[in-house]
């Protein structure tokens, strides 16, 4: 099942927040993850826009 775009959203905050706390912490290692699964959530959030414009 597809995550709607306010999930999507609310996970992307959760996951921004989860990686500064990991740059604060300086544990690069975990915050590229977190950059790399909000990434992620970016590009799901673009196809959904993108479902949307046609």
Do not use: C, G, V, W
Not at 19 to 33: D, G, R, S, V, W
Request: charged share 40%.
């Amino acid at each position: 099942m597809e995550k709607t775009k306010e999930e999507l959203l609310e996970q992307l905050k959760e996951i921004e927040d989860q990686k500064a706390t990991a740059i604060k912490n300086q544990n690069y290692e975990l915050a590229a993850n977190f950059r790399d699964r909000a990434s992620e959530i970016r590009k799901q959030l673009q196809d959904i826009e993108n479902k949307h414009s046609i």
